[in-house]
């Protein structure tokens, strides 16, 4: 049953949300918990190597992206306005570099927002593997080793949760992505009361 879930990924149930007495259950030994355990430990040495190594640089992308972002949206704002003169303004074609500075601004906000949600898919996942741990536990009742060795597995998936950093500094969740789009609202009204 474990193994069909992870292949196919079938969480406990079939396509139409019943429960799937077609596929035959075989039975889970404690060693593929083992190497489940393993691989789970192995994946958070990745996980610990890529904040290492990322994290810094992350963090710096990440930094830069929202000055751009600033920046890029308060003047396509003041372009769209009126009130920012362009070399285009007595060719009737001002609105251009509004509309290019305002597509730069989709393109950071999508970089932030795909590396968010894919740190985001990261974390459901493990949720989703807690959810079938405590499937087997309660509703297939194993064997004591097997109990044991799925309970070790689930503990160190409990006490040890894949966290992606920017150098340990912030978390990639979507309150990073709230915190950082609150930034961008709050500075451009900033800089665009600021006009003279």
């Known amino acids: 049953m474990l193994a069909d879930c992870i292949r196919n990924k079938n969480w406990l149930y079939g396509e139409d949300g019943t429960p799937d007495h077609s596929?035959?259950?075989?039975s889970i030994d404690s060693h593929e918990i083992k190497r489940l355990s393993k691989c789970y430990?192995?994946?958070?040495?990745?996980?610990?190597?890529?904040?290492?190594?990322?994290?810094?640089?992350?963090?710096?992308?990440?930094?830069s992206l929202l000055f751009d972002m600033v920046k890029i949206l308060n003047l396509a704002i003041r372009i769209?306005?009126?009130?920012?003169?362009?070399l285009y303004n007595?060719?009737?074609?001002?609105?251009?570099?509004g509309i290019s500075g305002f597509v730069r601004f989709l393109t950071c906000a999508a970089i932030?927002?795909?590396?968010v949600s894919r740190c985001e898919q990261a974390?459901?996942?493990r949720e989703r593997i807690l959810n079938v741990i405590d499937h087997i536990l309660i509703n297939k009742n194993p064997?004591?080793?097997?109990?044991?060795?799925v309970q070790d597995l689930q503990s160190l998936i409990q006490d040890r949760p894949i966290c992606f950093n920017m150098a340990g500094f912030f978390t990639l969740n979507?309150?990073?992505?709230?915190?950082?789009?609150?930034?961008?609202v709050t500075y451009t009204i900033i800089l665009l009361q600021s006009v003279n």
């Not at 979507?174 to 961008?184: E, Y």
């Open 23 to 26: 596929l035959k259950a075989r």
């Open 41 to 63: 430990l192995m994946l958070t040495e990745q996980v610990m190597f890529i904040n290492k190594m990322y994290g810094f640089r992350i963090l710096l992308n990440t930094t």
């Open 80 to 86: 769209t306005v009126g009130s920012q003169r362009t």
């Open 90 to 97: 007595s060719a009737g074609y001002n609105f251009l570099p």
């Open 112 to 115: 932030l927002i795909i590396l």
């Open 123 to 125: 974390y459901r996942q």
């Open 143 to 149: 064997d004591l080793t097997l109990r044991s060795a």
């Open 174 to 184: 979507f309150s990073l992505l709230v915190s950082i789009a609150s930034v961008v």
